[in-house]
């Protein structure tokens, strides 16, 4: 099954080759992608290019499968990788909801105040978000609101806001040379980060650098 | 993390099999395995390898490093040492239980080889249990993790980041932590 | 969250709300007409000036922030120097939780209430914490451990053991499939799994 390697990424690719390399690379943003979105406090910039790169390559891959002889040794390989796929994939876009859900007006007013290329969410999940809010007023004032005194009856999206710990500790690794972070709460202390390194320091040291792939979450 | 993510993220490691079948290239979305033939030896991601063993269309060569006597060696150096020595892989300790668990009888001395490894992974806790409580003792805001494993970083997940924490709210009074990007907390 | 956030107090975070909930002392400062049934052991209508007073934290905090502080709070003792000189000398030995089950949640607002104290009690807050540590991480690691415990912990302490404990308790699983070469990884588990009802359907 030749063609299996032969998923189109982009109208420009035409080598083999080259397509192959692009596919891996994909996967291999998605995987990191997930790990961040795990174990980053804040929702981080969207990255459905990748996502929606990769479920192209799988509907692919599956309709090429669907021409495989059902003793083919392939069908059974190509069938697990494509469940790992689809979990990194599952999993990332889960991880990103349950911060919806957890931060959805924090979110929301963030978002309100960024413009379409710079936004952190995918259209399907702002349109999730400002449901999901709506279902939750729609809530309170239902079942508790509604019943108040006058003047305790609106719904208090300031007091109600939950916002990420930014100051929460993580785990990472350098990709790149970083000189010169400095260490929240101290005097003025700075840090290099050799490529490769492994770190545990506060999430807004470093927010910017795994917005910009400099550093990734472990 | 759960420990069956870690170890998700280890079956992307390659490790060398011997096929009993011979097959063309194939072409994976992760990148090309094969060609596959008979009695020649390939390297194959662990979760292929693992699979094919269960099917019994391979057998698996064990990892280099994966020798009881250099392990041995390692483990004394790992002893010896105030600080964590290198291992030979990030996910030393998931490769083991995968590929010892699957092929024992392929590898030689397979129950010498988890005896060490389990003697490096205790040795290893135990240090970073210390250093952990050396590391809160001494108020740091930072610390570097140099050759510390996969599984090993997620043992201590979420006990020393959320410990940290707390400690940081302690001293700066819980506030700070809803305020923007900063260092400003105290 | 399928990777946990550590804990900081929201509008819907219940150890918030239950912390407080903790009474403290306090000392009234403006007569306040009418209030007298605040003070059980009273039979005055009025609050007068000197009146001492439980209130809980939640309540108490909003009168003495105010410009012209209604109340003045008393550090409750176990904040006050005697009881930090006993936690400097050996605060691993002390059921914390019996002194308050919201120790430190507590001594977070009672700082803040109190004019002087504050970072005194802040350090003796991150002393206790950071002697005791060893003892939380020894009790989490330790799967088998008495379940009884995390009882003797207070709450900031007892989160803390508990999602050790849970993490440890899950690796201990995970190493201890390799004792038993039947039993595969969940994730090789759900591949195949998810394998066969596919032949199943094709």
Redesign the interface.
């Known amino acids: 099954m030749e063609d299996n390697g032969d998923v189109t990424m982009t109208a420009e690719d035409d080598g083999q080759e080259e397509e192959e390399v692009t596919a891996q690379s994909v996967l291999l943003a998605i995987e990191e992608a997930w790990l961040n979105e795990k174990f980053a406090p804040e929702i981080l910039p969207h990255r459905s290019d990748l996502v929606d790169c990769m479920l192209q390559q799988i509907t692919h891959m599956e309709e090429n499968m669907k021409r495989l002889d059902k003793e083919d040794l392939r069908l059974m390989i190509h069938r697990m990788e494509l469940d790992r796929i689809k979990y990194v994939i599952t999993n990332y876009l889960r991880a990103r909801l349950e911060k919806i859900e957890k931060y959805t007006i924090h979110i929301l007013s963030q978002e309100a105040t960024r413009s379409s290329e710079e936004c952190y969410l995918t259209v399907a999940e702002l349109q999730f978000a400002k449901e999901f809010l709506a279902n939750i007023e729609m809530l309170f004032k239902t079942i508790a609101l509604q019943h108040m005194p006058g003047n305790f009856q609106t719904f208090e999206v300031d007091t109600l806001t939950v916002k990420p710990n930014l100051q929460a500790y993580v785990f990472l690794r350098a990709n790149d040379r970083i000189n010169g972070i400095i260490v929240p709460g101290s005097m003025d202390e700075e840090i290099d980060l050799e490529p490769g390194s492994q770190h545990i320091i506060q999430y807004s040291a470093v927010a910017d650098l795994v917005k910009s792939g400099a550093v990734k979450l472990i | 993390m759960d420990p069956c993510e870690v170890e998700f993220l280890s079956e992307k490691e390659l490790v060398s099999i011997v096929p009993n079948f011979s097959f063309d290239t194939i072409h994976l979305i992760s990148g090309s395995v094969g060609p596959f033939r008979a009695g020649l030896p390939v390297k194959v991601p662990i979760w292929l390898a693992v699979n094919l063993k269960q099917q019994q269309k391979c057998r698996i060569i064990n990892q280099d490093w994966m020798d009881a006597d250099s392990l041995n060696e390692a483990k004394e150096e790992e002893k010896l040492s105030k600080l964590f020595t290198k291992m030979p892989s990030n996910h030393y300790m998931e490769e083991a239980q995968l590929l010892l668990n699957v092929a024992s009888d392929d590898i030689s001395d397979a129950d010498r080889i988890k005896t060490a490894i389990k003697d490096i992974w205790d040795i290893r806790m135990s240090k970073l249990r210390t250093s952990i409580d050396a590391f809160l003792k001494s108020e740091g805001l930072h610390a570097k993790l140099d050759h510390l494993t996969a599984m090993e970083i997620n043992s201590v997940r979420p006990l020393l980041p959320h410990a940290l924490d707390q400690m940081l709210r302690i001293q700066t009074g819980g506030r700070a932590t809803q305020s923007h990007y900063s260092g400003t907390s105290q | ?12 975070a219940i150890t918030d709300i239950l912390s407080t909930e903790e009474r403290i002392s306090c000392k009234i400062e403006v007569e306040l007409p009418g209030l007298g049934f605040l003070d059980s052991s009273s039979q005055s209508e009025d609050l007068t000036v000197g009146t001492k007073v439980e209130l809980p934290l939640w309540l108490a905090e909003p009168l003495k922030s105010l410009q012209n502080s209604v109340v003045s709070v008393d550090v409750p003792k176990i904040y006050k120097e005697g009881y930090r000189e006993i936690l400097e000398a050996d605060a691993e030995v002390i059921v914390l939780s019996k002194w308050n089950p919201f120790y ?1 949640e507590l001594g ?1 607002h009672v700082r ?1 209430l109190s004019d002087r104290d504050y970072e005194i009690i ?1 350090e003796s ?2 002393q206790t ?3 005791r ?2 003892l ?3 009790w ?2 330790n799967a088998t451990s008495d379940p009884t415990l995390s009882i003797q912990l207070p709450r ?1 302490e007892r ?2 053991f508990l ?2 404990q849970q ?2 308790i ?2 201990v ?3 201890k ?2 004792t038993n ?1 039947l039993v ?5 588990t ?2 195949k799994k ?2 066969r009802e ?2 199943e359907f ?1």
């Not at chain 3, 550590?6 to 509008?11: E, F, L």
């Not at chain 3, 595969?184 to 090789?188: A, D, G, H, K, N």
């Open positions: 969250m399928a990777c946990c956030q550590s804990y900081i107090p929201d509008y819907f430190y977070m803040k802040s807050l991150l914490f950071k002697s540590f060893q939380v991480m020894d989490s690691q900031l989160d803390l999602s050790g993490a440890k899950r690796l699983e995970w190493l499939m390799g070469e595969v990884s969940e994730i090789t759900n591949l998810r394998k596919q032949y094709d």
